[in-house]
């Protein structure tokens, strides 16, 4: 499979199959994922990935924290407040999600749960977290970047479905204690993986692109 056609195929993923991913294919996609550009060849990226029981343990926890009703505190700035067309765009996207699992605009309960998920990593077998140095701020945040897209689209190709979570950077305090993590390092972000449910309603939402002429000015 071609690099466009796994881009044009890729989708965010919310349901998986109870199946775990062969260890050797792991460790092989991440081997590769060692492979992206970073700013100066820094290679920020520390990555955890948490599976069967223990993935159990840590939803749990980062559930009864979500529950509490605590207020987000993220290692990073996550408190981006969309305007104008990128507004539209976040809104078109959450149509197109909780369209597609049937929940209307009004039915806040049933957006809440839907919402939860997100820290029940969509029942998925693994999970990570992109973690790095807080000092590194956005030059680090660019090359974390760099590097999840290599790594969803590695796992594209083995055909490992995967969905990257803003969600799993908002509480970081019970993953940084589950994994041990030192003070001076953050969580980013996360993303949720393994095998599609094909079969799921919430894993047929498709979101649009805009045209390249809107993005893209070729000058010369």
Known sequence: MSLSDVLKNRISVRAFLDKQVPEEILRQIFTDAQLSPSNCNVQPWQIYVVSGSQKDTLKDKLVKTVMSGNEPNPDFNWKISYKGMHRDRQFESANALYSSMGIERSDKQARMSAMLKNWTFFDAPHVLFFTMEKYLDIMGAVDMGIYAQTLS????????????????????????????????????????????????????TRTSREPVESSVVFVG
């Open 153 to 204: 689209l590695l796992m594209s190709e083995r055909g490992i479905a995967s969905c990257l979570q803003g969600a799993l950077g908002q509480f970081p305090d019970p993953v940084r204690e589950f994994l041990n993590l030192p003070q001076e390092r953050g969580i980013l972000f996360g993303m949720s993986f393994g095998y599609a449910d094909e079969k799921a309603a919430v894993n047929t």
